[in-house]
């Protein structure tokens, strides 16, 4: 599995007018649920437009290693023969993860509830990434741990024989927590509970509900949810068509805002209130975003967006705003970048600990660019005006921060170069076609970069 793929440098320079549609990759989080709960059904799920990305790619081949049977078909078409809930097989294997957060902590949910032993790893972004956060609630669903350092990877889960329902009350805002102790739930008799102080994405929650679990979410007068899953339940299988993933077209929808002159059509973006923060926010700057079509599809809402450039003002982004747009602070910060006055934005404590530690990444990255940005604890102010550009930036195997820098580079006066563009194979494999395909200027690395 990819963990040890070369390094990419990659730059990018002033771009004309970006123009055309488009339309990015399916969502991330929804085609690793999808080929879980297919994994786990009783019969073959079908899935249209999943993200062929390496993060996914590692599910697929962790729910192989587990006993699922996935193949595509000729028409790009996934079909995933599940086990059964209490069906997995212990693998033969390690299972590498990659650079897949996501995968990794809602896979050791799956195991938690099993009866198997499973060692993980992952590529050197993912073992410095807290994994306690998950293997707490699991240890009180009765799995045990072993693992070298800390509650880091490389580590083996045992799960439980015996497991127990839990009531637990997510201690920060993350949905990979959630989901897996909601995951772990399956394979667990009676009920387990969920009590979410602050709403995260919920699809672990509407695909459970379409796969036929019993599941019931309460939401109380100030915002709290509590999610009740019953356990042990049989999963039907589903067919399943993946929405374009928000996280990715936040790449072109920024860039089409930045780059004069620009307009812009990306197509079927799911509109999940969980995941649309940036747009909301972009709104305020004063970006010109319509939404040209909407549709309903498997329960969620989807548009085309027609992006025009536009001049942006500095706002304010409130700390409430963060779980529904936390994977999109580094493209935001881009947009800032090219925004008259400061743009302050609270709340991002869990910047720190994704594929990097992307507050400081992302700090970085504009100061060697000519930005004047301040990194706090938990917030960012960036002022913002015209981009000097010319730096090189370190994207310490972090998708995100590789694409929002480059992205910068189309506005800025002299080129701005990534140290790794490989890694935007995890999320967006079609970035750099399809923004080329726009109009967007990608430049050879220079030779000190080699
Ligand atoms: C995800 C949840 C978020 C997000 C990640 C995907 C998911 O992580 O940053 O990219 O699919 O559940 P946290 O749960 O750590 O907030």
């Not at 990659?98 to 032993?117: F, K």
């Not at 127990?164 to 102790?181: C, F, H």
């Not at 356990?231 to 399943?240: D, H, N, T, Y």
Request: proline share 7%; hydrophobic share 45%; glycine share 12%.
């Amino acid at each position: 599995m990819g963990s040890h793929s070369a390094t990419r440098p990659l730059a990018a320079g002033r771009s004309g007018p970006l123009t055309g549609r488009m339309r990015v990759p399916g969502d991330k989080s929804i085609s690793h649920r999808s080929l879980m709960l297919g994994a786990l059904a009783v019969g073959t799920t079908t899935i249209d437009g999943l993200l062929e990305g390496d993060d996914v790619l590692n599910t697929a081949a962790a729910m192989r290693a587990l006993g699922a049977t996935i193949v595509k078909d000729g028409d790009g078409r996934w079909h995933v023969t599940g086990v059964g809930v209490g069906g997995l097989l212990e693998p033969t294997g390690v299972i590498d993860f990659g650079n897949a957060g996501t995968g990794v902590r809602l896979c050791m949910g799956l195991v938690a509830s099993q009866p198997i032993a499973v060692t993980f790893t992952g590529d050197a972004s993912l073992v410095k990434r807290p994994m306690g956060r998950v293997l707490d609630p699991l240890r009180q669903m009765g799995a045990e741990v072993l693992a070298r350092s800390g509650d880091r990877l490389p580590l083996t889960l045992r799960g439980a024989a015996t497991p127990m329902p839990v009531t637990y009350r997510v201690p920060m805002a993350s949905a990979q927590v959630k989901s897996a102790v909601l995951l772990a739930g399956l394979g667990t008799p009676g009920v387990t509970t969920v009590v979410e102080p602050v709403f995260t994405r919920d699809h672990t929650e509407r695909m459970l509900e379409g796969f036929g679990a019993a599941i019931g979410i309460e939401t109380a007068p100030d915002g709290v949810r509590t999610i009740r899953l019953e356990g042990r339940p049989e999963l039907k299988p589903q067919a399943i068509t993946v929405p374009s993933d928000p996280s990715s077209a936040a790449f072109p929808i920024v860039a089409a805002t930045i780059v004069p002159g620009s307009d812009v059509v990306v197509e079927g973006v799911l509109m999940n209130p969980a995941r649309i923060g940036l747009i909301d926010t972009l709104l305020e700057m004063g970006a010109d975003i319509e939404v040209v079509e909407s549709r309903e599809t498997g329960g969620e809402r989807l548009a085309d967006l027609r992006v025009r450039s536009a001049a942006l003002k500095g706002v304010t982004v409130p700390a409430s705003r963060a779980p529904s747009m936390i994977d999109e602070y580094p493209i935001l910060a881009v947009a800032a970048a090219t925004a008259h006055g400061e743009t302050r934005m609270q709340g991002l404590e869990e910047m720190r600990v994704k594929e990097s530690d992307r507050l400081s990444a992302v700090a970085d990255g504009l100061k060697i660019n000519g930005v004047d940005c301040t990194e706090g604890p938990d917030w960012l102010v960036v002022r913002g005006g015209s981009v000097p550009g010319g730096g090189r930036v370190a994207t310490h195997l972090d998708h995100r921060i590789a694409m929002s820098f480059l992205i910068l580079g189309f506005v800025a006066k002299a080129p701005v170069t990534v140290d790794d563009a490989a890694m935007i194979a995890t999320s967006f494999p079609t970035f750099q076609p399809l923004m080329a395909g726009a109009g967007a200027v990608f430049l050879p690395a220079g030779d000190d970069d080699a």
